[in-house]
């Protein structure tokens, strides 16, 4: 097996092994609706419950119980209309596109992202920094999500937290879950019915090259 990194950012512990693909989820900061913050509270229980108790050998293996209750979590927030503002406001969703890109090919690869109103889904691999170790994925998180909400709170004249602290991470561990993340990336704007299809949507983007790899 792949070296294994464990960090502590935000809440709980994130895996990362050094080659792996890693899906990433982060909200807004604020006050969610009950029934939103309800599923919230389950998933983060169950993902701190299951990272205590899971074997290192196993994982990579992704828990469908978990997922489910995430993608319920993904799409009720794809729903809730933030006050104020969007992400996908163009001056903001530039802002995170562009910074996501800015390190592309350099600190990580970047397989795919779509920019919601008020989260952001984010697929990547990180790369390595020298001969012997890769870019941290929290560390890279924490820079992006900084310099973002930096910008974004100076176009909006707001200040103090955009970005609520907790994030949703998932090692992908093959190629048919690859594939669906991918298209569950894609396809978030079209269930939360704001187009009709995935191509409509401006704030999305993937590379087909590590699709055909």
Not at 60 to 72: G, H, R, V
Not at 133 to 142: E, R
Request: proline fraction near 3%.
């Amino acid at each position: 097996m792949n070296e294994l990194n464990i960090h502590y950012w935000s809440h709980g512990p994130h895996y990362q092994f050094r080659d792996s693909i890693v899906f990433i989820t982060w909200r807004l900061a604020g006050t969610l609706p009950s029934h939103i913050l309800k599923l919230f509270r389950q998933l983060t229980s169950e993902q701190d419950n299951q990272e205590k108790t899971r074997d290192l050998q196993n994982i990579k293996q992704e828990t469908p119980s978990l997922f489910k209750l995430y993608q319920e979590y993904d799409l009720e927030l794809a729903k809730w209309n933030d006050p104020g503002f969007s992400l996908n406001e163009e001056r903001l969703a530039r802002i995170i596109t562009c910074a996501l890109h800015y390190h592309e090919g350099k600190k990580y690869e970047l397989h795919a992202y779509c920019v919601m109103s008020n989260h952001v889904h984010l697929l990547i691999r990180a790369l390595k920094r020298d001969n012997e170790n890769y870019y941290h994925i929290a560390d890279l998180l924490q820079a992006l999500k900084r310099y973002t909400a930096n910008e974004i709170n100076k176009r909006l004249g707001k200040s103090g937290n955009l970005w609520d602290d907790y994030y949703f991470d998932r090692i992908i561990r093959n190629e048919q879950y690859y594939h669906n993340v991918v298209n569950y990336i894609l396809m978030n704007p079209v269930a939360a019915g704001l187009v009709k299809h995935p191509e409509d949507w401006r704030d999305s983007y993937y590379n087909p090259e590590f699709l055909r790899r």
